[in-house]
C-alpha cells in the first residue's frame, strides 16, 4: 500500500502517560531526532514533584510537549496537534487541551476497569462517544510491544516498560525522523545491559514498522528543515547553557570555577553537567546544605577563583546572609536562582518569576545586588557569561534568574566561536596601594568603584575580612556614624554605575501606541504573541529586560515613550512595582500564576485588548 506523505509547517506534540512510562526521555529523543533533521524547535517538560507520583492517577501523570517547525519559532506551542496518551490519566488531564480535530494515539491496553475507575471515568472515553471532536487512533503500545520483544530473554515486566520506545518508532515513521542516533543512544544507555538495549531497540524498530504497515495511518507527514543562520548548532536545555557558560566565563575570564551547591529541582542538573567537566578545572562541592553551599563557593571567590553557588527560591532564602557578606566583603559571587512556582516547597517542578522582590531586597540591610535573568534555555549560556563579568569587573554577588521552564526547555543553539565571546579577563592585588607603602583593601577604582582583589597568602596584602562594617579604605572595623552612610553609599553607586546596554525596542511601524514589556522567561510567549497581532494588522512595540538591577539607563524613556506599557509577568506584578514606584508610569500588568509558561494565544487577545482600548 502507498502511503500519502503531506507536507506541514509545523506540529506540536505532547507525550504524556503515567511517571514511570518514560515521556520525558521519549521527548527528549524525539526532540534529539528533530534537532539532528534540523527544525527549529521548542519543548515544555511537565512532570510531578515526587520521585515515583501514584501510578495511574492524575497527579501522576508526567508530559512532554515539542513544538517544531521549518520556520523560526518562539513557543512550545499552546496546543498540541497530537496527543500520544499511554492510560487513561494521561488522556483525562491533556484532553482540556486538545483543538478539535487533534489525532490522539491512545494505548487501549491501560484502558482497563480499574484504570478507568482510578481517574472518575465510569465508561471507557473510547467506547461513550465523547472522543468523536477528535481522531482517535486506538493503538494495543503494551501487547504489540510484547509481543515484539516474545524472543528475546528479559522479563515480561521489562518488555512492558519499553513501550515507550515503541510509540517513540511509531512517531518517528509518522513525521519521518532519523532513527540512528536513536539506536546509538540506547546501545550506549544501556551497554552494561546488553539484553535490555537489543530489547529497546526492537521494540522501536517494531513501532517505525508497525506505522508503516498498519492502516491506522494512511498518511505520514514531513516537516522541512528551518532556515537558520550558518553554523553548528546543537539542542540545548537552559540548564545545560547555563553550565556551558560558567565553563566558557571561567575560560574567558582566565580563574577556575568552583561551584558549591546543594541539589534542589529544578536547578540540580548544573551541578550534574558541571560535574562532568573536570577536564576544564571545574571543581564541584556537593554541600550538606545550602547555606554551607554559598559559604564554600564565597569561600573560593576569596580564594581568586570563579565562585558560583545554584539554587532555587528555598534555597536563595537560606543563603541571603552569606550574600550579604559577599555584599560587604565585596567579592565577586554567583548566584543563580531556578526559580520554581509557590512559597515553602510549593510545587517544585513549575515554573514561576516570583523571587525578583527577593533577589532585590531579600537581605537584612542595605544589600544592592546586580540582577540579570536569561530570555530563552540557550541565551542562559550568554547571561552566565554576562554575570561573570559584572560579578569580577564590578567585585559584587551577582543574581541571575532562571526558572524552571528556561532550565528544562530545549531549543537549537548555535556554537559561539571563542572570538565571539567577551574579554572577562581580572587581575589581582599584588602589591600595597597605600601612599605609606600599606594596604587598602577597600580603596576603589574611580570608574568601577571596585575594591582590589587580593587573594590570601599574597605578601603584603594581609587585611581584615567579616561581616563587620568597614572603615573606607582600610577595612578596618569601624562603627563610625557617618563612615557607615558612607560605605552604604558607595555599595549602593557601585551597583547604580554598573554598565549595560540600553533596552532596544522592536517596533517596526514606529507609531505603536502600546509597548508590551517582559522580563526573563516570558520572552517567547510575548514575541509570539505580538508576531499574531502585528500579522493581523495590529501595530505594537516590544522590549525586553535582560538587566534587572540596574536597570537600562534609558528605561524611563521608552516606558513614557508610550501611551500604555502592559507588562506580563508569571508572579503578581513584582517587576510592576518596582517600574511604577521608580519612573512613575502606571503599567499595566498581566498576571497569571498557574506554574505554567504564558500562551501565546492568551497573550495576543491581551495585546490586542489593550490596543482596541486607546
Given at each position: 500500500m502507498t502511503k500519502q506523505v503531506q507536507q506541514l509547517e509545523r506540529v506540536i506534540i505532547r507525550f504524556a502517560g503515567d511517571s514511570g512510562d518514560g515521556m520525558q526521555l521519549t521527548g527528549d529523543r524525539f526532540t534529539a531526532e528533530t534537532a539532528e533533521f534540523g527544525n527549529d524547535i521548542s519543548t515544555l517538560p511537565n512532570f510531578p514533584a515526587e520521585i515515583r507520583a501514584p501510578a495511574g492517577t492524575l497527579p501522576g501523570v508526567s508530559s512532554f510537549q515539542l513544538h517544531f517547525a521549518d520556520h523560526d519559532i518562539l513557543t512550545p506551542g499552546d496546543a498540541p496537534n497530537v496527543l500520544v496518551a499511554m492510560n487513561p490519566a494521561a488522556l483525562k488531564a491533556n484532553l482540556g487541551d486538545l483543538p478539535r480535530g487533534a489525532d490522539i494515539i491512545v494505548n487501549t491496553d491501560e484502558f482497563t476497569k480499574r484504570n478507568l475507575q482510578k481517574v472518575g471515568y465510569d465508561v471507557s472515553p473510547l467506547d461513550d462517544g465523547s472522543l468523536e471532536p477528535w481522531r482517535v487512533h486506538a493503538v494495543p503500545l503494551t501487547s504489540l510491544t510484547v509481543k515484539a520483544l516474545e524472543d528475546f530473554d528479559i522479563s515480561k515486566k521489562d518488555a512492558e516498560r519499553a513501550k515507550n520506545m515503541f510509540a517513540l518508532g511509531l512517531l518517528s515513521w509518522l513525521y519521518h525522523r532519523p532513527t540512528e542516533a536513536t539506536i546509538q543512544f540506547l546501545e550506549n544507555k544501556f551497554a552494561k545491559k546488553p539484553d535490555i538495549a537489543k530489547a529497546n531497540i526492537a521494540a522501536f524498530q517494531a513501532g517505525w514498522n508497525y506505522g508503516e504497515t498498519t492502516e491506522s495511518f494512511s498518511v505520514s507527514y514531513e516537516v522541512k528543515p528551518a532556515r537558520l543562520a550558518p553554523g553548528t548548532y546543537r539542542n540545548?536545555?537552559?540548564?545545560?547553557?547555563?553550565?556551558?557558560?560558567?565553563?566558557?566565563?571561567?575560560?574567558?575570564?582566565?580563574?577556575?570555577?568552583?561551584?558549591?551547591?546543594?541539589?534542589?529541582?529544578?536547578?540540580?542538573?548544573?551541578?550534574?553537567?558541571?560535574?562532568?567537566?573536570?577536564?576544564?578545572?571545574?571543581?564541584t562541592f556537593q554541600a550538606e546544605d545550602e547555606i554551607a553551599g554559598v559559604g564554600a563557593a564565597l569561600g573560593a571567590a576569596?580564594?581568586?577563583?570563579?565562585?558560583?553557588?545554584?539554587?532555587?527560591?528555598?534555597?536563595?532564602?537560606?543563603?541571603?546572609?552569606?550574600?550579604?557578606?559577599?555584599?560587604?566583603?565585596?567579592?565577586?559571587?554567583?548566584?543563580?536562582?531556578?526559580?520554581?512556582?509557590?512559597?515553602?516547597?510549593?510545587?517544585?517542578?513549575?515554573?514561576?518569576?516570583?523571587?525578583?522582590?527577593?533577589?532585590?531586597?531579600?537581605?537584612?540591610?542595605?544589600?544592592?545586588?546586580?540582577?540579570?535573568?536569561?530570555?530563552?534555555?540557550?541565551?542562559?549560556?550568554?547571561?552566565?557569561?554576562?554575570?561573570?563579568?559584572?560579578?569580577?569587573?564590578?567585585?559584587?554577588?551577582?543574581?541571575?534568574?532562571?526558572?524552571?521552564?528556561?532550565?528544562?526547555?530545549?531549543?537549537?543553539?548555535?556554537?559561539?566561536?571563542?572570538?565571539?565571546?567577551?574579554?572577562?579577563?581580572?587581575?589581582?592585588?599584588?602589591?600595597?596601594?597605600?601612599?605609606?607603602?600599606?594596604?587598602?583593601?577597600?580603596?576603589?577604582?574611580?570608574?568601577?568603584?571596585?575594591?582590589?582583589?587580593?587573594?590570601?597568602?599574597?605578601?603584603?596584602?594581609?587585611?581584615?575580612?567579616?561581616?563587620?562594617?568597614?572603615?573606607?579604605?582600610?577595612?578596618?572595623?569601624?562603627?563610625?556614624?557617618?563612615?557607615?552612610?558612607?560605605?552604604?553609599?558607595?555599595?549602593?553607586?557601585?551597583?547604580?554605575?554598573?554598565?549595560?546596554?540600553?533596552?532596544?525596542?522592536?517596533?517596526?511601524?514606529?507609531?505603536?501606541?502600546?509597548?508590551?514589556?517582559?522580563?526573563?522567561?516570558?520572552?517567547?510567549?510575548?514575541?509570539?504573541?505580538?508576531?499574531?497581532?502585528?500579522?493581523?494588522?495590529?501595530?505594537?512595540?516590544?522590549?525586553?529586560?535582560?538587566?534587572?538591577?540596574?536597570?537600562?539607563?534609558?528605561?524611563?524613556?521608552?516606558?513614557?515613550?508610550?501611551?500604555?506599557?502592559?507588562?506580563?509577568?508569571?508572579?503578581?506584578?513584582?517587576?510592576?512595582?518596582l517600574l511604577r514606584a521608580r519612573f512613575l508610569v502606571d503599567i499595566i500588568s498581566y498576571n497569571r500564576v498557574r506554574g505554567l509558561p504564558f500562551k501565546a494565544q492568551e497573550l495576543a487577545g491581551v495585546i490586542q485588548d489593550v490596543i482596541d482600548s486607546e
Open positions: 540545548i536545555s537552559g540548564n545545560q547553557a547555563l553550565a556551558y557558560g560558567l565553563i566558557a566565563a571561567s575560560v574567558q575570564s582566565g580563574l577556575p570555577l568552583f561551584l558549591g551547591s546543594y541539589p534542589i529541582t529544578p536547578a540540580s542538573d548544573i551541578l550534574h553537567e558541571l560535574s562532568k567537566h573536570k577536564n576544564f578545572g571545574v571543581r576569596f580564594g581568586g577563583s570563579l565562585g558560583v553557588t545554584t539554587t532555587s527560591g528555598p534555597g536563595v532564602a537560606l543563603k541571603a546572609e552569606t550574600i550579604g557578606l559577599a555584599v560587604t566583603t565585596e567579592l565577586p559571587l554567583i548566584i543563580v536562582d531556578v526559580q520554581r512556582a509557590g512559597p515553602s516547597t510549593g510545587m517544585p517542578t513549575k515554573t514561576e518569576q516570583t523571587d525578583l522582590l527577593m533577589a532585590m531586597f531579600g537581605r537584612n540591610g542595605e544589600s544592592p545586588v546586580p540582577i540579570i535573568a536569561p530570555s530563552t534555555p540557550s541565551d542562559c549560556f550568554h547571561a552566565a557569561i554576562e554575570a561573570a563579568r559584572i560579578a569580577l569587573k564590578y567585585r559584587t554577588p551577582v543574581m541571575l534568574l532562571s526558572d524552571g521552564y528556561l532550565a528544562n526547555g530545549s531549543e537549537p543553539w548555535r556554537l559561539p566561536e571563542m572570538s565571539e565571546l567577551p574579554d572577562i579577563s581580572t587581575t589581582f592585588a599584588t602589591a600595597p596601594n597605600g601612599e605609606d607603602g600599606t594596604f587598602l583593601p577597600y580603596k576603589r577604582d574611580p570608574e568601577t568603584l571596585a575594591r582590589p582583589w587580593a587573594v590570601p597568602g599574597t605578601a603584603g596584602l594581609e587585611h581584615r575580612i567579616g561581616g563587620i562594617e568597614k572603615a573606607d579604605g582600610t577595612g578596618n572595623i569601624s562603627y563610625d556614624p557617618n563612615n557607615h552612610d558612607l560605605m552604604v553609599r558607595l555599595r549602593q553607586a557601585k551597583v547604580d554605575g554598573i554598565d549595560v546596554p540600553d533596552l532596544e525596542v522592536d517596533d517596526p511601524s514606529g507609531d505603536a501606541r502600546v509597548l508590551v514589556l517582559g522580563w526573563g522567561s516570558t520572552y517567547g510567549p510575548i514575541a509570539a504573541a505580538v508576531r499574531r497581532v502585528r500579522n493581523a494588522g495590529g501595530k505594537v512595540a516590544q522590549a525586553h529586560l535582560r538587566h534587572l538591577n540596574p536597570l537600562p539607563a534609558n528605561t524611563g524613556e521608552v516606558l513614557k515613550s508610550y501611551d500604555k506599557v502592559l507588562l506580563p509577568e508569571i508572579n503578581l506584578g513584582q517587576l510592576a512595582l
